[in-house]
């Protein structure tokens, strides 16, 4: 049974930045695309970033281009999502999940693990 743990979730100011970690259980490799997604209350789940399982490939929901970078562990069984220039409208939980649709929009057609997600809040 593979499990995602997310951490790195905590409270910031505007313009601030945080690190998540999303940890793959045992030593399961992924060989498909995992991705980053997060759901603000009375809001809609959003897709955030997806990444290849090579890491050459990346995307990103326009709402975070160019402030989120999301990226891979060397072996494969974990990802990360570095936030910077957090705003307010960042407050959500996110959730690592896969497997995800490569590419955008950012999808969660296909997904089949859920983390429990970690809360980030700014302020």
């Known amino acids: 049974h593979v499990q995602l743990v997310e951490s790195g979730g905590g409270s910031v100011q505007g313009g601030g930045s945080l690190r998540l970690s999303c940890t793959t259980s045992?030593?399961?490799?992924?060989?498909?695309?995992m991705g980053w997604f997060r759901r603000a209350p009375g809001k809609a789940r959003e897709g955030v970033a997806t990444i290849y399982p090579s890491s050459d490939s990346t995307f990103y929901a326009d709402s975070v281009k160019g402030r989120y970078t999301v990226s891979r562990g060397n072996a494969n069984n974990s990802v990360y999502l570095l936030m910077n220039g957090l705003k307010p409208e960042d407050t959500a939980m996110h959730y690592c999940?896969?497997?995800?649709?490569?590419?955008?929009?950012?999808?969660?057609?296909?997904?089949?693990?859920w983390g429990q997600g970690t809360q980030v809040t700014v302020s």
């Open positions: 999940a896969g497997p995800t649709a490569c590419g955008t929009p950012i999808r969660a057609l296909g997904v089949t693990v």
């Open positions: 045992g030593s399961t490799q992924w060989s498909y695309c």
